[in-house]
């Protein structure tokens, strides 16, 4: 079984793109307390999420946002431009919004509502 839950802090902005499909896809990172090694230590996921729930995270959140993030990890090898190795895994998943960083949305009339989609 593949079922990953966290809960951390956008840690920059949300980059929104779209396959050749047409399928939206959205990136974030999210600082994660407790996963990196000591348990007050942040570790940093890569998070991708499709479709709706990616639109919705894409338009609504930003850098500092407390959110959820229900998916499954992935693996992946590759090879810089250099030719140095690297791996690493990623979340694949929906985003949920908690809550927006101090002093941020009082100029939105927009409510965030909880983002789910097929990932």
């Known amino acids: 079984m593949n079922n990953y839950k966290a809960t951390g802090r956008l840690s920059r902005d949300p ?3 779209a396959l050749p499909n047409g399928t939206p ?3 974030l990172t999210v600082a994660v307390k407790g996963l990196a090694r000591g348990d007050d230590e942040v570790g940093y996921i ?3 999420s499709f479709g709706a729930s990616g639109e919705a995270a894409a338009r609504v959140l930003s850098k500092g946002w407390l959110v ?3 998916g499954r990890l992935e693996y992946h090898d590759w090879e810089t431009p250099d030719g140095a190795k690297r791996r690493g895994w990623e ?3 929906n985003v949920e919004f908690l ?3 101090k002093g941020e949305g009082s100029h939105s009339s ?3 509502e909880p983002a789910a989609a097929a990932a």
Request: hydrophobic residues 45%; aromatic residues 0%.
């Open 25 to 27: 896809v959205c990136n």
């Open 68 to 70: 959820a993030i229900d």
């Open 46 to 48: 890569d998070v991708t």
């Open 110 to 112: 927009e409510e965030p």
């Open 15 to 17: 980059e929104l793109r």
């Open 91 to 93: 979340l694949i998943g």
């Open 99 to 101: 809550a927006a960083p």
